[in-house]
């Protein structure tokens, strides 16, 4: 029997293995996950390409740093003393003048800003892989998954299928995905943190809530751009300066698929000629996950916002140079909403089955519309408070 089991070794699932077994390090704490070592992408093909990564780690494993705060107060979360605590023990720097591109910094004209990333800049080396290979020198939820808790276990390539409730024990039930073995585990408190597109999949076996998986955003964005000989993008941070606009943010960035648009139309060009900026815009929770199907739509907002963003996007890259301007698909690599506070979980995140918590992007009542790792590890260090 352990005191708490958690489900999902993401952002949300690390921060509470680790402030759980901190505060317990007598307790026995389980965390169930999916996933292995290695970076395993999903990609939900629709009007709004989805990408979100099942691994141990999760999604955080492909992030590029970006620590920007959110304001968490429909979180119930207030101070800012939460994030300066966040920012000390991720290291949090703003990029340096030695890691920002040649002629992104013609985005300064523009009033861009450099983005504070969990990146350790005395040793990274602008490869421009951040969201592709495993790297040392960027935080990811792996960090937290170390502890000295004896009683506390971690177990991969396990799939939860269900979770019931017998009195007051629930009872975990899954697969390990190599042995296909099927175990059953007991806990006191189970913590779903499964992410935007799994934990209401997880909790639709013991939740009969009429807005579980519902009220679905992704943070849709779109880069544009194109030709802008020798400008190197591809082998910079990604995303260095940003700037937030009424409804949308601009921020400087490479992409292969923008790279395949313009490829198509010039032979002559390679990836290190490619300029992009991503517009990103905070969408409306207009799309819904059930047990097989995920579906996101493209509302009338969504799209009003998006081409502001791509006209603004296009006028400087006209300005810096780049003469024909190309567009990725709408892309999405924020799920959330899809158990949100207010709806699916109290204020203390825990749901209509008393002991039964979630805690990770699924949470956020609407889309922040900014990278929201900060935001789900204060909302983790707040649960760790709660229990
Ligand atoms: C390419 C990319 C770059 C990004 N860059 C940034 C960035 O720079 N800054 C930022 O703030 N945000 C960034 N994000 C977004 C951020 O990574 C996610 O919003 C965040 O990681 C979500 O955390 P989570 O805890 O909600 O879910 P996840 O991190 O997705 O974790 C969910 C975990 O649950 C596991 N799981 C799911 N179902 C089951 C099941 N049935 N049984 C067992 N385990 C299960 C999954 O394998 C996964 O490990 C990026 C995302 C992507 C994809």
Known sequence: ??????????????????????KYPNKRILLLEM???????????GEVQIIYITSLGGSGLGAVGNAI??????????????????ERELNVREVP?????????????????????????????????????LCPYKWTPLRFLNTSNPYS????????????????????????????????????????CGGGINSPRIL???????????????????????????????????????????GFLLSP???????????????????????GIMVKIGDEGSGFVERDKVYKSVTKRDEKLLSRGIKKASGILQD?????????????????????MGRVVDKNFETEIEDLYVCDASVFPESPGLPPILGIIAMGKRLGDIL
């Open 204 to 246: 639709s076996s013991i939740l009969n809530n009429e807005h579980l998986g519902k009220n679905l955003f992704v943070d849709i964005f779109v880069t544009v751009g194109g030709v802008l000989n020798n400008c190197n993008l591809d082998r910079s941070v990604p995303m260095a300066l940003y700037k937030r606009y009424d």
């Open 253 to 275: 960035h490479y992409s292969i698929y923008l790279y395949r648009s313009v490829k198509r139309e010039r032979r002559d060009v390679s990836s290190r000629d490619i300029y």
């Open 320 to 340: 810096m140079g780049v003469e024909k301007i190309y567009r990725t698909i709408l892309r999405g690599s924020h799920p959330g909403g899809t158990c949100a």
């Open 153 to 192: 276990k971690i177990l991969s390539n396990f799939y939860v299928s269900s979770i019931g409730k017998e009195g007051d024990i629930f009872k975990v039930e899954g697969y390990h995905l190599i042995t296909g073995k099927r175990m059953v585990f007991e806990g006191e408190r189970v913590i779903v």
């Open 69 to 86: 705060r959110i304001d968490l107060r429909k979180i119930g979360i207030k101070n800012s003393e939460i994030y300066q605590e966040i």
């Open 1 to 22: 029997m352990y005191h708490y089991i958690i489900v999902g070794s993401g952002v949300g699932g690390s921060t509470l293995f680790k402030e759980l077994n901190r």
């Open 35 to 45: 996933g292995d070592r290695g970076i395993k992408y999903n990609t939900l093909r």
């Open 97 to 133: 003048d030695s890691h920002i591109n040649e002629r992104s910094r013609y985005l300064f004209n523009y009033g861009f800003k450099r983005t504070p990333k969990f990146i350790d800049f005395d040793k990274c080396t602008s490869c421009g892989m951040c969201a592709r290979k």
